[in-house]
């Protein structure tokens, strides 16, 4: 079963940080690189983050590289994502889900967790 369950999320003041969490099922999860995608309103769904299975590489779009930073536990099945100096252009509803390069394995999404940076 497909299960992606993101929360984190919030109104946040340009320049701030948030940490958003994805628990996911064993089916999702496992042995899986994971990533953050993001969907801004009138634009089409984006990879920002990705981490392999061990952690040990990751990968960042441009526009969050120096400020993000994506991280696993596999114990806990849940892949985080630390945002920080957030701006404008950082509003979005987050979604995580496991990453084949840029795109998503799995065509089922969780409800994803808006993120709103606004003074």
Known sequence: QVQLVESGGGLVQPG?????????SERTF?????????????????????????GSSTYYADSVKGRFTISRDNTKRTVYLQMNSLNAEDT????????????????????????????
Do not use: D, H
Request: net charge positive.
């Open 92 to 119: 979005a509803v987050y979604y995580c889900n496991a990453a084949a390069g840029s795109s998503p394995v799995f065509s089922s999404w969780g409800q994803g967790t808006q993120v709103t940076v606004s003074s």
């Open 30 to 54: 496992s042995g899986y690189v994971m990533g953050w995608f993001r969907q801004a309103p009138g634009k089409e769904r984006e990879l920002v983050a990705s981490i392999s299975w061990s």
């Open 16 to 24: 701030g940080s948030l940490r958003l969490s994805c628990a996911a």
